[in-house]
């Protein structure tokens, strides 16, 4: 490299003397004591005959030298002598024989590095209650090591070390390697502490609540107090009971801790029990709130009622309800339920299938009063055409079935039946009037036994219509608890059935059907919601064939149940011409065959009832053949009725 610059000195250079010096620093410094340093330079030779050597230029600004050596014809030298941490620049100059000396090489420049200290410090520093060792101002030599050992106090621990400003996180020591610069180390302690949390169920309270935090070996004392009418059931620490406390106290707390009250309403017990013939609901050991109120329901069997309601042994009288209220203390009821004049059971005879202008007769012969007395009859018609009853007030009204169209007509007739103490009951009849129409025939399904909970589906799916199809069916409830049908118009309805006591209960349902030209049927089914009692089991007896005139026995001995017995039996006519029956409530009662023109069915339901409420039925069909000497008569009026219609029919088109 050709120099940068050039300055006469005394004699000029011939041009091209002492070209190509190139200063190069080729060593890095060397302290040679504390304070001084020395650093070696290299520059290229020239090659100049009369070269007489080099000097070597130093100062401390760029161009600015203040002092220089003459190092002869070498091409490198050792300077000395530097301070450590200043900047130094050097250039070199040739000079000849003659003295001449050329101008400046080119610059370098090189700073000297601090000096390094043979020692340095360490300082350490606490934050909390705890040693660190050593202590205070520490002394380690350049590229040594020191170990500093740190040790919290009793019930702290250390939270962190901090080197130089910066966390290293929890330590129990730390060592400093190959020191090369001074440093500061911090041990920081904090208490140690654990957390106890809080928690209740129930109404009431725990204080203090929440999470609360404990220094090590502590104790913290929890209060427990239960709202009004609560009392405290429970206490759970860390998930293990401690029975019932109105405080507790965590002492020397090395752990986290949960603890939980648990709060109960205080409760009282009433005894309910029943005397006689009827229950009392709800019955047994009953559990009450401290506080609350509680309502009993008195309900006699049918016949039978309230006479007394004992409360803690004291007389309170008739009643079908009572409340106890502000519940404080334990209790017991009872009821006394005697014999009373029961309600009479309408019986609206069979429905009926007669043609138009017929005579009619309706019957309540088999309606009954369980104490025998005398009953009274009032009939009324609720729908179809009107028709004018002979007697309302007659167990056996009459009346001639009105002229109807190809569809015919149904009239619905109800009965009610009053005993002497001025009791009820009502049934009611269908009188289907026929002409080209035939009436529809309802079935309502078997009998079922169930369980309280279950869903009951009713059926109607049996039900049929000899010729233009049924339009619609109606479900209605006759007997047993209320229970809310899914849909009283559906053929399927359901519900679910009731809560029952042991003895369980029965839910009758009646169904209604009609036909598309407005004619009516009906049938009913028996839903026996069980428990503890089992159902009975109906039996009709065989069917039977009679002529007009002969004394016939139904037979229902057949029937049994398999606990606690059959405690009534009870016999309906459902269809033919309406009979007497001698006792509608015995086991086997008897009627006299009724007069027909032509070979008739009866059919007869027999429903039993076992002492715990529940039932039963089934049928049995009587076939009434008319006496030889009536076949005559049987063909006129067959005759009569055929050319009747024929020629109405005729008039009409």
């Not at 109120?293 to 007394?308: A, C, L, N, R, W």
């Not at 053949?625 to 008569?633: F, I």
């Amino acid at each position: 490299m050709k120099n940068l610059f050039t300055r006469p000195r005394r004699k000029s250079i011939p041009k091209g003397i002492l070209s190509g010096i190139l200063l190069v620093l080729v060593l890095g410094f060397v302290f040679n004591s504390a304070l001084a340093a020395e650093v070696k330079l290299a520059w290229d030779a020239n090659g100049e005959t009369d070269l007489a050597g080099y000097h070597i230029y130093k100062g401390l600004q760029s161009r600015v030298y203040t002092s220089s050596v003459s190092t002869g014809k070498v091409t490198s030298t050792t300077l000395s002598g530097l301070e450590a941490g200043k900047t130094y620049y050097f250039a070199a100059t040739a000079y000849n024989t003659s003295g001449v000396e050329s101008g400046y090489s080119n610059e370098v420049a090189y700073r000297v590095p601090d000096a390094v200290p043979s020692t340095w410090t360490i300082t350490a520093s606490i934050s909390g209650s705890g040693t660190i060792s050593p202590a205070g101002t520490s002394t380690v030599a350049n590229g040594g090591s020191l170990t500093y050992t740190i040790t919290p106090a009793s019930n702290y621990k250390v939270s962190d070390v901090i080197i130089d400003g910066t966390s290293q996180g929890p330590k129990s020591s730390y060592t400093f390697t190959a020191v090369s610069t001074n440093h500061t180390i911090k041990a920081v302690f904090a208490p140690i502490t654990w957390t106890i949390t809080a928690s209740t169920s129930g109404s009431g309270t725990i204080s203090p609540a929440g999470t609360s935090t404990v220094a090590n070996g502590g104790s913290l004392t929890y209060t427990i107090t239960p709202a009004s009418n609560y009392k405290v059931s429970d206490v759970l620490v860390d998930g293990t009971s401690q029975g019932p406390k109105s405080s507790y106290t965590f002492s020397a707390v090395s752990a986290n801790h949960t603890i939980k009250a648990v709060f109960a309403p205080i409760t009282w017990t009433i005894k309910a029990s029943a005397s006689g013939n009827g229950t009392i609901s709800p019955s047994g050991s009953i559990t009450v709130n401290q506080g609350n109120d509680f309502t009993f329901t008195m309900s006699p069997d049918s016949g039978y009622f309230v006479s007394d309601v004992v409360i803690d042994g004291i007389s309170l009288g008739d009643g079908v309800s009572m409340t106890f209220t502000n519940v404080m203390s334990n209790h017991t009821i009872v009821a006394y339920f005697v014999a009373g004049n029961q309600a009479p059971l309408a019986d609206a005879g069979p429905d009926q299938k007669v043609c138009e202008e017929d005579p009619v007769t309706l019957s309540g012969l088999n309606s009954i009063d369980p104490e025998g007395n005398q009953l009274a009859f009032s009939w009324l018609q609720l729908e179809g055409p009107s028709v004018q009853l002979s007697d309302p007030t007659s167990p056996t009204p009459e009346f001639q079935a009105p002229v109807v169209s190809f569809d015919g007509a149904s009239l619905v007739f109800q009965l009610t039946v009053r005993d002497t103490q001025g009791l009820e009951s009502a049934d009611t009849c269908i009188v289907n009037v026929t002409w080209v129409n035939d009436p529809p025939v309802a079935h309502a399904g078997s009998d079922q036994t169930v369980h309280e909970g279950n869903v009951v589906s009713l059926d109607s799916s049996l039900s049929q219509d000899p010729d233009d199809g049924i339009a619609s069916c109606s479900w209605t409830q006759t007997g047993g608890p209320a229970v809310v049908l899914s849909d009283v118009t559906s053929p399927e309805p359901f519900f679910t059935a009731p809560d029952v006591t042991m003895d369980g209960t029965a839910l009758v349902f009646q169904l209604t059907v009609t036909d598309l030209g407005g004619l009516k049927s009906q049938d009913s089914c028996i839903v026996n919601v069980s428990w503890m009692n089992e159902a009975p089991v109906a039996d009709a007896g065989m069917d039977l064939a009679a002529t007009s005139g002969n004394l016939i026995s139904l037979d229902g001995r057949n029937s049994a149940d398999s606990d606690d017995g059959i405690a009534s039996f009870r016999w309906n006519q459902v269809s033919g011409p309406p009979v007497a029956l001698s006792d509608p409530m015995d086991m086997s009662p008897t009627f006299t065959a009724p007069d027909v023109s032509g070979t008739t069915v009866l059919e007869f339901q027999l429903t039993v009832t076992d002492l715990g409420g529940l039932c039963s039925s089934d049928q049995c069909l009587v076939t009434i053949d008319p006496p030889k000497v009536y076949e005559v008569k049987k063909d006129w009026y067959v005759i009569k009725t055929t050319y009747k219609r024929f020629f109405r029919f005729l008039t009409i088109w």
